[in-house]
Nanobody
Framework: QVQLAESGGGLVQAGGSLRLSCAAS????????MGWFRQAPAKEREFVASVTNSLGRTYYADSVKGRFTISRDNAKNTIDLQMNSLKPEDTAVYYC?????????????????WGQGTQVTVSS
């Protein structure tokens, strides 16, 4: 089992940047595929980005492609989400998720473990 804790959320103006981090417990972090999801008020949770366990392949939602970058550091048991050129529509609670094994996809149901989330607010 793995426990996840997000950090780095906050308030930023449109066009600005934020970097989210997710710290994972456990000694087998490198075996987990990781993802970022977000949920805005009155909307369903949506996929943002993911990175696989072994090859470190990345996958992005079209809405963030070219603006967000996901990365992982297996030595530190962390993944990051660098968010640039933020827009008001990026405002949401951002969640880190994990799944043992290879997962490269956008389905929330593919992920077994979830963090508590961190709020990102982008003002216009």
């Amino acid at each position: 089992q793995v426990q996840l804790a997000e950090s780095g959320g906050g308030l930023v103006q449109a066009g600005g940047s934020l970097r989210l981090s997710c710290a994972a417990s456990g000694r087998t972090f490198s075996s987990y595929s990781m993802g970022w999801f977000r949920q805005a008020p009155a909307k369903e949770r949506e996929f943002v980005a993911s990175v696989t366990n072994s090859l470190g392949r990345t996958y992005y939602a079209d809405s963030v492609k070219g603006r967000f970058t996901i990365s992982r550091d297996n030595a530190k048991n962390t993944i990051d989400l660098q968010m640039n050129s933020l827009k008001p529509e990026d405002t949401a609670v951002y969640y880190c998720a994990a799944r043992l094994g290879y997962v490269l996809g956008a389905r929330a149901s593919n992920y077994e473990y979830w963090g508590q989330g961190t709020q990102v607010t982008v003002s216009s």
